[in-house]
């Protein structure tokens, strides 16, 4: 099923040359058609290894305008990482009357030159951080000495044009050690790549190299490239096996299959315990795990969520801020489950199940009845609500699911939305906003509907539970559920890294504790009295670990039960999370 490549040695190492010629642009060994009709940027890689460490020479070439100057952007943050800019050392022009110079912001810098000729800049990228790689690290530039990860988002010095410009961009890897392989959102192996599309692609890719392990496969006949590195309790052949079940299934459920190239990425944390990480990129999904992880539902379930980011929200016109996210991550949250089903990788009272945790994490949540426009300005400031859209959003696609599915005599569902929204995002000034998400969805409800969906959107007002969500082998009723309950005061916490206020009836207090404790290391699942607490205080006499669940008072939570007849076989039952036909409303 997967062919794995026999060796990469035989990668050419082209010399760097930059020249234009009539209807191609060539690299030495590098040749390239072109396609004329779009801004022309290059970019090329050189590994440098000295002194038992690695950086990156990269050269940046693009074509200069008339009026003979141009901006640049140097990343200064991204996804929670800051002081980006410290990776970038040595920038210089390198074309004939090439100036660069600062300006008032730190990331852009002004660059002029003769007018229409071709600029020419390069600069060393260097790892400019230290301990172990983790769920924020794994964002900033890695240059080790087996290897390499590189996000243009967090690597790439980039002209300032416009994210929907049409682009004609060259990527060439040159003198990279014997024995490395090279895998990035334009090609796998071949050190000359080439892309033709809108600038923003460019913006968002995903590159690495070194001692991964390449695995080529496809899917529906269109290529499907993995690029694995480190050991792990599961076999190469199983990874394989499950990304390409997921990706499949997500396809299918799309009927979309436009995909001439695409690349999944896994590496592991420096620690036993790192957690999860899928993000995905451009025609590539990069994934993280902790060295010791199984292929489990939190880990198949990052993947199938990113993998259909794909569709919402870049393929429905994009979108943009913390004000869209509990479209494009609760409805993303309410799908993943249905994708796992449908490729038959959960069972159908597994998905019950995962059901009603996400049920209990929003009728638990604090932040439950906040407004959208609240809870956007407060996003950045506490990061304790960053799950709260999922939560929010999720329960949110179920009602709206039900109600679709109820008016329309199971006719249509939230699917049908979801299809006309990847068809009116094939128009290129298309954009997802929450007025028009709320348009859409209104046309395949009543007017008291629709009502009701803005104020669940907008006001935070409390979303009702389905009773029927789930097809008639489900029942509703309601359970006693703990609330979360810290003990502690969460803001010292999180921002100070000490105990205080303790809670004297708390699990906190009767786990030992205590006021004034300052904590080095911090595990919490906000929101979610299933898993442990664990805190580790250092004191004069050593450090110590502290583990509790975070449970307070119970509360009556709505949860789906089977019912006790229910049987796989049973017909209908799963009737609900089949998909719906592609229909669309005038």
């Known amino acids: 099923m997967f062919r794995k490549n026999a060796s990469c040695s035989s990668i050419c190492r082209p010399a760097l040359l930059f020249f234009l010629a009539l209807g191609q642009t060539s690299f030495a060994q590098c040749t390239f058609s072109a396609h004329g009709s779009g801004k022309l940027v290059n970019y090329s890689f050189e590994p440098i290894l000295a002194d038992g460490k690695t950086t990156m020479r990269i050269t940046l070439e693009f074509q200069g305008g008339h009026n003979g100057k141009a901006e640049l952007e140097l990343p200064s ?20 009357q090439t100036t660069i110079s600062d300006t008032a912001s730190p990331s852009k810098k002004t660059v002029h030159f003769a007018p229409d000729t071709l600029v020419r800049i390069s600069y060393i990228l260097v790892k400019d951080w230290n301990g172990p790689l983790n769920s924020g690290t794994r964002f900033r530039p890695i240059l080790e000495r087996d290897y390499f990860q590189l996000l243009a988002d967090t690597a790439l010095v980039k002209p300032l044009f416009d994210r929907s410009a049409i682009v004609d961009a060259q990527f060439i890897w040159q003198n990279l ?9 334009f090609g796998t192996d071949n050190p000359c790549q080439q892309f033709h599309g809108m600038w923003y692609k460019v913006g968002t890719a995903l590159f690495v190299g070194g001692d991964y392990r390449i695995y080529h496969s ?26 390409q079940e997921i990706i499949a299934s997500e ?31 451009t025609d590539a999904f ?92 407060r996003y950045e400031k506490d990061r304790s609500l960053s799950h709260v859209p999922y939560e929010h959003g999720m329960v949110v696609a179920q009602w709206l ?9 199971n006719q249509v569902s939230l699917d049908t939305m979801m299809f006309k929204l990847v068809e009116d995002g094939k128009n290129d000034k298309f954009q997802l906003t929450t007025h028009g998400l709320l348009g859409t969805a209104g046309k395949y409800l009543s007017r008291g509907d629709r009502r009701l969906l803005r104020q669940y959107v ?34 010292a ?50 450090d110590h670990a502290f583990e509790y669940y975070p449970r307070g008072p119970s509360r009556d939570i709505p949860q789906y039960h089977l019912d006790p007849s229910y049987s796989a076989d049973t017909p209908g039952c799963t009737a609900t999370l089949q998909p719906a036909e592609w229909k669309t409303v005038r």
């Open 177 to 185: 050690p014997p024995g490395w392989s090279l895998a990035t959102s």
């Open 458 to 491: 907008e006001d935070g007002a409390t979303i009702p539970v389905p009773e029927s969500a789930l097809g008639p082998c489900v029942r509703l009723q309601t359970d006693a559920i703990p609330e979360f309950e810290l003990g502690m005061d969460a803001e």
């Open 77 to 96: 943050s991204y996804a929670g990482q800051t002081d980006l800019g410290k990776a970038f050392t040595d920038l210089k022009a390198l074309s004939e």
């Open 286 to 377: 990069m994934m993280h795990l902790s060295r010791n992880a199984s292929l489990s539902y939190g880990v198949l379930s990052v993947l199938a969520h990113e993998t259909f980011h794909i569709w919402n929200p870049y393929k429905m016109g994009g979108g943009r801020g913390e004000a869209l996210y509990w479209f494009q991550e609760g409805f993303t949250n309410y799908y993943t489950d249905r994708m796992l089903f449908r490729a038959g990788l959960i069972s159908f009272p597994e998905y019950v199940q995962r059901t009603n945790e996400k049920l209990r994490e929003y009728e638990l949540s604090p932040a439950r009845n906040v407004s959208n426009k609240e809870l956007t300005g």
């Open 493 to 542: 916490l999180r921002e100070k890294h000490v105990v205080a206020n303790v809670k004297p009836d708390s699990e906190a207090f009767k786990a030992g504790l205590r006021d004034g404790q300052r904590i080095t290391r911090t595990s919490v699942t906000w929101n979610d009295t299933s898993k442990l607490v664990k805190l580790t205080a250092r004191t004069s006499d050593g």
């Open 401 to 409: 699911d039900w109600r679709i599915r109820d008016r329309s005599g």
């Open 251 to 281: 396809r299918t459920f799309w009927r979309d299959n436009d995909f001439p190239y695409y690349l999944v990425t896994l590496a592991p944390f420096d620690t036993e315990g790192g957690g999860t990480g899928g993000s995905a990129y």
């Open 218 to 243: 496809s899917v529906a006949g269109k290529p499907l490239n993995l690029a694995i590195r480190g050991k792990w309790s599961f076999t190469d052949d199983d990874w394989n096996s499950r990304v």
